[in-house]
């Protein structure tokens, strides 16, 4: 089955600063990539994905790449604030042509931007 | 706006106990999920359900079952509760209409089993 790895496991920036959180697949069939965010005391929350036919994407401060070839992708976030705080994970799903592609999630990072 | 919730936020219960937890999501979402939680682990998957009725495995469904009578409910169940369950679970659901919908998840329920 898919194994995503994810490093680092915890990214201390000072605010301004550019934050970047990278992780590995191991299955070539997987064809979508998202990114959650956990703010203390809630659930995952969606903050930006990509599919395997783009290599880049970018949303304001947050961006994602992906390197098929490699079988990694990275998220971004430039000038980081302290609300950017919170429990990052990645994850890669192969969706076999289902809705119900199961994503296969990271370890996460906790990411902590200090004022 | 998508509300997935979870019934209980935090639930203290014995070994060998029967237990149940409970979701409902509201925008009539086809697929829900059941994840575990665990700190350096990332989100395991423990149950999933395409449709009344259905359930699929996760990666984690030892000591797990679950059900879907309803399509806007999904519940686990430890049948017999132990230790290592303690964690933290986390209730998704997304809609069947296309492939790789974003997940919404509740906000989760912290099981201490003791």
């Known amino acids: 089955g898919e194994n995503v790895e994810q490093h680092p496991s915890t990214l201390s920036v000072q605010e301004g600063d550019s934050a970047v959180i990278k992780c590995t697949y191991s299955?070539?069939?997987?064809?979508?990539f998202p990114w959650y965010k956990q703010e203390l005391g809630k659930g995952p929350q969606l903050i930006i994905d990509?599919?395997?036919?783009?290599g880049e994407k970018k949303d304001q401060r947050i961006a994602v790449t992906l390197n098929k070839t490699a079988k990694h992708f990275s998220l971004h976030i430039t000038e980081t604030q302290p609300e950017d705080s919170a429990v990052y994970f990645c994850?890669?799903?192969?969706?076999?042509?289902?809705?119900?592609?199961?994503?296969?999630f990271g370890q996460g990072t906790i990411l902590t931007v200090h004022p | 706006d998508v509300k997935v919730t979870q019934s209980s936020r935090y639930l203290v219960k014995r070994t060998g106990e029967k237990v149940f937890l409970e979701c409902v999501q509201d925008?009539?979402?086809?697929?829900m999920f059941w994840y575990r939680q665990d700190p350096g682990l990332g989100l395991r998957l423990i149950y999933f359900?395409?449709?009344?009725?259905?359930?699929e495995k996760g990666d984690i469904p030892e000591g797990y079952s679950v059900s879907r009578e309803k399509k806007e409910r999904f519940s686990l169940i430890l049948e017999s509760a132990s230790t290592n369950q303690t964690s933290m679970y986390l209730c998704?659901?997304?809609?069947?209409?296309?492939?790789?919908?974003?997940?919404?998840f509740g906000n989760g329920t912290r099981l201490t089993v003791t």
């Open positions: 994850a890669a799903s192969s969706s076999g042509g289902t809705s119900y592609g199961k994503l296969t």
């Open positions: 299955d070539s069939a997987s064809n979508y």
């Open positions: 990509i599919r395997s036919n783009v």
């Open positions: 925008m009539d979402h086809e697929n």
């Open positions: 359900s395409y449709d009344v009725k259905m359930k």
């Open positions: 998704a659901s997304n809609p069947g209409d296309r492939h790789n919908s974003p997940l919404h």
